[in-house]
């Protein structure tokens, strides 16, 4: 249980277009989803946390206009990377929880490669 | 603040070999602490987790106590397979809903 899925696995775009990137928690109902960026040998770096039905709090130093982020039901989250530049390649990887169910314990996608050309 | 030191790899060993890969964190309150481990091409997946002081995590023959003496919560196993070679993360969580993570170290192992 508690699988998590992210929906492309890879995507290639050209500069100043806009990526969509979608997270699902297959068989759970995720009451938080998280989006984290990852840099080669770097950590994982929170960008947002998101609820379910309200808004998403962004981590210091994140553009909340050009990493939008939706958490329209308990099963889904998006990040689209707006007008997107090379400097936003990069792998970003979503995590989601049912704290009521699950405790801390944060269940992670298999990550997103974005190549920005 | 809190935060999380990993030993760097890349971390090779034989077979069989033990394994120890260090973490020490910084955090206020008492976090919880875990390990994640990212197989190739995989997403990260929960290996253990420890939510007090003195609890011992355990998983697949790995084994971190949380030792709050000394802010650590290194990952240990006797007998590394193969099948272990992945990068794994040290990460604390003080609330449930942030995650701070380490750099992570990558294992292999070679037969």
């Known amino acids: 249980g508690a699988v998590v899925s992210q929906h492309p696995s890879w995507v290639i775009c050209k500069s100043g277009t806009s990526v969509k990137i979608e997270c699902r928690s297959l068989d759970f109902q995720a009451t938080t989803m998280f989006w984290y960026r990852q840099f080669p040998k770097q950590s994982l770096m929170l960008m947002a946390t998101s609820n379910e039905g309200s808004k998403a709090t962004y981590e210091q130093g994140v553009e909340k206009d050009k990493f939008l982020i939706n958490h329209a039901s308990l099963t889904l989250s998006t990040l689209t990377v707006t007008s997107a530049h090379p400097e936003d390649s990069s792998f970003y990887i979503c995590?989601?929880?049912?704290?009521?169910?699950?405790?801390?314990?944060?269940?992670f996608g298999p990550g997103t490669r974005l190549t920005v050309l | 603040g809190n935060s999380v030191t990993q030993m760097e790899g890349p971390v090779t060993l034989s077979e069989e070999a033990f394994l120890t890969i260090n973490c020490t964190y910084t955090?206020?309150?008492?976090?919880?602490l875990f390990w994640y481990v990212q197989y190739p091409g995989e997403g990260l997946q929960l290996l253990l987790k420890?939510?007090?002081?003195?609890d011992k995590g355990s998983n697949k023959g790995f084994e971190a106590t949380y030792r709050k003496e000394t802010t650590s919560f290194h990952l240990e196993k006797g007998s590394v397979q193969v099948s272990d070679s992945a990068v794994y993360f040290c990460a604390l969580s003080p609330t449930g809903n942030q995650f701070y993570f380490g750099t992570g170290t990558s294992l292999t192992v070679i037969p």
């Open positions: 420890a939510t007090k002081a003195d």
């Open positions: 995590s989601a929880t049912d704290r009521t169910r699950l405790g801390d314990t944060q269940y």
């Open positions: 955090a206020t309150g008492y976090p919880s």
